[in-house]
């Protein structure tokens, strides 16, 4: 998941800005539950008569908490699919905005009883804590779900970083994604002709440094934009997200806060795009970075660094136009990041004192495992989920390797060749359970420095007091 629809849903809240916002008939939240006439209704016959017989007899809901109605409505398409699942769904649904989800679900958790969650849903921020930290207790492993994990994750050929992030300290399997969120370049067409003379996705790659694993082709590629009256990205938001998660570790080591020297080098690479006028200076989530998607910003913006779900789910609600032409839809292409990244996921858990443990296994396979045609993950790919027909690069490299990922928002380009070699960057090793919160003291502590309120030093020294003060870190 992903900052996409924690972010966008709690920037839409706020600023009150459009109407395709986490609810919106645009967002994927709001098309992940939509009906779709055209699904093979032969999965309707499959029976969860097993999962039924197995509950007690006394509780017949399902309770569900999430940070959008992504997963809620992806189960209520599940209930569609599968009649005889007679389960109540009750979702809860907390933006993350202001951190206000992770207290609310870790208060659930602990109080448990029957109004306790039975599934939940975690991102990429925070997942670990769920999976690997602090609120770990509360997760079932999926094979006390009645699943068999083994088989099913050959079978559908899950991808491993999602695997590594949702596995516990006794090497037990209590969470997966159902994203695929390795990282490429966005970029806009028609301001790479006039400043190339092509919008060749492999000859923009080449030009910016696609699979360089180095930053300087990107900032010559800049200046060449620049000379036209073009920025390359919106705002240093864009480039950071490459930078997080392309690095070789986390924010804590051995319980020790650590700057990895990728992430330090984001003070130099934040700077320069400052200085040299590079960007918008726009701030990710904010209405700004959306004006630049619609080509409506201080000036025009080549491109946005992120996975496919960036595509569908934020860019092309934020094109100002439904079909080619309209706005800057169709405008559009993909190519290779610089720097291999991932960016993003959802993970689904269940809780280990759940009375309805079959019934939440059946829901957590379809989605998280399933690599049928009737599972949620092809569905998710090849745009069948819903009426709206959007494609999102999935987990399952069986379901992706029958997939199309041919849309309209690239001029027919297929995103899956670009993003499926570009899952091969994401890993599980980078994260932490404390992601969220430091993350938005560094970069804040960056954009004091770039602004030219501090210096590098003080940013630095800032930074690590913040830590010190607020989470229990050991900070030298």
Same mark, same amino acid.
């Given at each position: 998941?992903?900052?996409?629809?924690?972010?966008?849903?709690?920037?839409?809240?706020?600023?009150?800005?459009?109407?395709?916002?986490?609810?919106?008939?645009?967002?994927?939240?709001?098309?992940?539950? !939509?009906k779709?006439?055209?699904?093979?209704?032969?999965?309707?016959?499959?029976?969860?008569?097993?999962?039924?017989?197995?509950?007690p007899?006394?509780?017949?809901?399902?309770?569900?908490?999430?940070?959008?109605?992504?997963?809620?409505?992806?189960?209520?398409k599940?209930?569609?699919?599968h009649?005889?699942?007679?389960?109540?769904?009750?979702?809860?649904?907390i933006?993350?905005?202001?951190?206000?989800?992770?207290?609310?679900?870790?208060?659930?958790?602990?109080?448990?009883?029957?109004?306790?969650?039975?599934?939940?849903?975690?991102?990429?921020?925070?997942?670990?804590?769920?999976?690997?930290?602090d609120?770990?207790?509360?997760?079932?492993?999926?094979?006390?779900?009645?699943?068999?994990?083994?088989?099913?994750?050959?079978?559908?050929?899950?991808?491993?970083?999602?695997?590594?992030?949702?596995?516990?300290?006794?090497?037990?399997?209590?969470?997966?994604?159902?994203?695929?969120?390795?990282?490429?370049?966005?970029?806009?067409?028609?301001?790479?002709?006039?400043?190339?003379?092509?919008?060749?996705?492999?000859?923009?790659?080449?030009?910016?440094?696609?699979?360089?694993?180095?930053?300087?082709?990107?900032?010559?590629?800049?200046?060449?934009?620049?000379?036209?009256?073009y920025?390359?990205?919106?705002?240093?938001?864009?480039?950071?997200?490459?930078?997080?998660?392309?690095?070789?570790?986390?924010?804590?080591?051995?319980?020790?806060?650590?700057?990895?020297?990728?992430?330090?080098?984001?003070?130099?690479?934040?700077?320069?795009?400052?200085?040299e006028?590079?960007?918008?200076?726009?701030?990710?989530?904010q209405?700004?970075?959306? !004006?630049?998607?619609?080509?409506?910003?201080?000036?025009?913006?080549?491109?946005?660094?992120?996975? !496919?779900?960036?595509?569908?789910?934020?860019?092309?609600?934020?094109?100002?136009?439904?079909?080619?032409?309209?706005?800057?839809?169709?405008?559009?292409?993909v190519?290779?990041?610089?720097?291999?990244?991932?960016?993003?996921?959802?993970?689904?858990?269940?809780?280990?004192?759940?009375?309805?443990k079959?019934?939440?296994?059946?829901?957590?396979?379809?989605?998280?495992?399933?690599?049928?045609?009737?599972?949620l993950?092809?569905?998710?790919?090849?745009?069948?989920?819903?009426?709206?027909?959007?494609?999102?690069?999935?987990?399952?490299?069986?379901?992706?390797?029958?997939?199309?990922?041919?849309?309209?928002?690239?001029?027919?380009?297929?995103?899956?060749?670009?993003?499926?070699?570009?899952?091969?960057? !994401?890993?599980?090793?980078?994260?932490?359970?404390?992601?969220?919160?430091?993350?938005?003291?560094?970069?804040?502590?960056?954009?004091?420095?770039?602004?030219?309120?501090?210096?590098?030093?003080?940013?630095?020294?800032?930074?690590?007091?913040?830590?010190?003060?607020?989470?229990?870190?050991?900070?030298?």
């Amino acid at each position: 998941m992903k900052k996409r629809f924690i972010l966008l849903a709690g920037a839409f809240v706020l600023a009150g800005m459009l109407s395709g916002c986490s609810s919106g008939t645009k967002s994927g939240s709001a098309e992940t539950g !939509a009906k779709n006439e055209s699904t093979d209704t032969a999965a309707k016959s499959e029976s969860t008569e097993k999962a039924q017989a197995s509950e007690p007899t006394g509780k017949k809901v399902i309770n569900v908490w999430a940070f959008t109605d992504e997963v809620p409505k992806m189960i209520e398409k599940y209930k569609e699919l599968h009649p005889d699942f007679d389960y109540e769904i009750n979702p809860t649904i907390i933006a993350t905005t202001d951190g206000a989800y992770q207290p609310a679900l870790d208060q659930a958790l602990a109080a448990g009883g029957k109004d306790a969650p039975d599934l939940y849903c975690a991102e990429a921020a925070f997942v670990l804590k769920y999976t690997q930290g602090d609120a770990r207790q509360y997760a079932a492993p999926y094979e006390d779900l009645g699943i068999d994990v083994a088989a099913k994750v050959k079978e559908a050929d899950i991808a491993k970083y999602t695997m590594d992030i949702g596995t516990n300290p006794d090497n037990k399997l209590v969470a997966l994604g159902y994203q695929a969120t390795g990282g490429a370049f966005i970029y806009r067409r028609s301001i790479a002709k006039d400043t190339w003379g092509t919008d060749d996705p492999k000859e923009i790659g080449a030009k910016l440094g696609g699979g360089s694993n180095s930053w300087d082709s990107f900032f010559n590629a800049a200046k060449d934009l620049k000379a036209k009256g073009y920025g390359i990205i919106s705002g240093d938001g864009d480039l950071w997200h490459a930078v997080e998660n392309s690095s070789d570790t986390g924010w804590i080591v051995d319980g020790k806060l650590t700057i990895d020297p990728k992430r330090e080098e984001f003070l130099d690479l934040s700077k320069r795009l400052m200085d040299e006028g590079f960007h918008n200076d726009t701030r990710d989530w904010q209405d700004a970075w959306f !004006a630049d998607m619609k080509g409506q910003g201080t000036k025009p913006i080549l491109g946005f660094f992120g996975p !496919a779900w960036l595509i569908n789910y934020v860019m092309a609600p934020n094109s100002g136009g439904e079909k080619i032409g309209e706005g800057t839809f169709g405008d559009w292409a993909v190519c290779e990041s610089p720097i291999g990244f991932f960016w993003g996921g959802t993970w689904v858990l269940a809780n280990k004192d759940s009375e309805v443990k079959e019934a939440v296994g059946d829901i957590v396979q379809w989605i998280t495992l399933e690599s049928s045609e009737n599972g949620l993950q092809y569905m998710w790919a090849n745009g069948t989920l819903n009426e709206a027909g959007t494609k999102d690069a999935v987990a399952s490299g069986t379901v992706m390797a029958k997939s199309d990922g041919s849309i309209d928002f690239l001029n027919g380009q297929n995103m899956f060749d670009v993003f499926v070699p570009a899952n091969k960057y !994401a890993k599980g090793t980078n994260l932490t359970q404390y992601d969220e919160t430091i993350n938005m003291y560094w970069r804040d502590q960056v954009r004091e420095y770039t602004a030219g309120n501090k210096s590098r030093e003080q940013a630095i020294k800032d930074f690590k007091q913040q830590v010190a003060d607020n989470l229990d870190i050991t900070v030298e």
